[in-house]
């Protein structure tokens, strides 16, 4: 009915364009307008001045032969000052748009290798966007934001690129688990040499202590019995030791059969290979 009398309303976030007899006349604001059809005046159109998006995929090659697909995220919309500009100078402007997004990203990719596309995605995208604004600025169009929102390699690549970071990890951990087994096996030395000093003090205080308790007995006794020299005492105390030393075998379940010569000159040769044994290492140690 309005536009029966001649009356059009234009929506919020858009203008339409108005032609007398087909030549551009008017841009109409949002709202309600007068349109005298019977005096040649048309609506010729509408435009959008809501920002819009259009997602390009672009297939390439990298400085070192791996070829990706780069996807380019654009967002624009119309000038409002320059209506007519946008309206008639462009037929297609997402075709026009990705023209020069392909050119831009074929022309900046190949200058680096797949690493440093990933690295400098950031630069790829402003440099898109200023090719963009320089160019569509002319048909009425302005660039509000460039995002380089994925760049995917071949399937193999990317699998390659997964295997050699795997390769890589494991190495890693091999090394640090052969450095905590040579920490081990170095504390597990440390601790046996710490025990075996130990065990080898004990030892040399033990014996030590036999030798002080011998010399005690052998003092004690060759005073209290007069007549008797230090060699008598050393002969009675070897006897008693030899008699224990019989007792414990004979006491012992688990004791291995041992042959040894037995009676008083059997005694007397102990003693005397004893004796012997230790004047020599006394005179060696001279």
């Known amino acids: 009915m309005g536009q029966t009398l ?4 234009v929506g919020q976030s858009t203008v339409s364009v108005k032609e007398h007899f087909g030549k551009f006349n008017n841009v109409l604001e949002p709202g309600c307008h007068c349109l005298p059809w019977c005096m040649g005046y048309q609506l010729a159109g509408s435009l959008s001045l809501r920002v819009q998006q259009i997602d390009v995929r672009c297939e390439t090659k990298t400085k070192d032969n791996v070829f990706v697909t780069v996807v ?3 967002q624009y919309r119309a000038m409002a000052d320059k209506v007519a500009d946008a309206f008639y100078k462009l037929s297609n402007t997402k075709e026009q748009i990705q023209a020069y997004v392909f050119d831009v990203i074929r022309a900046s990719v190949p200058r680096l290798d797949l690493d440093s596309t990933f690295e400098q995605k950031n630069d790829i995208a402003k440099a898109v966007e200023n090719e963009l604004e320089k160019a569509m600025s ?3 169009f302005e660039i509000v934001q460039t995002l380089i929102v994925d760049i995917e390699p071949d399937a193999q690549v ?3 690129m997964n295997e050699i970071n795997a ?3 494991l190495r890693v951990a091999a090394n640090e688990k052969a450095e905590a087994e040579k920490i081990l096996q170095i504390k597990k030395a ?6 075996k000093y130990l065990s080898g003090l004990g030892i040399a205080r033990q014996r030590q202590a036999i030798v002080d308790g011998l010399r005690d007995s052998v003092l004690a006794f060759s005073e209290n019995v007069p007549g008797t020299t230090a060699k008598d005492v050393m002969d009675m105390v070897l006897v008693t030791q030899y ?3 019989m007792k414990e075998i004979g006491a012992s379940s688990k004791s291995s059969a041992v042959f040894i010569p037995h009676g008083p000159g059997a005694v007397k040769d102990v003693a005397t290979q004893i004796r012997e044994g230790l004047l020599l290492a006394e005179s060696v140690g001279q």
């Open 190 to 195: 440390e601790g046996e040499a710490e025990s």
């Open 72 to 74: 380019a995220s654009i």
């Open 158 to 160: 990317k699998r390659a």
């Open 167 to 169: 390769a890589a990890r």
């Open 6 to 9: 001649g009356c059009i309303q």
């Open 138 to 140: 002319a048909y009425g």
């Open 243 to 245: 008699f224990d030393t």
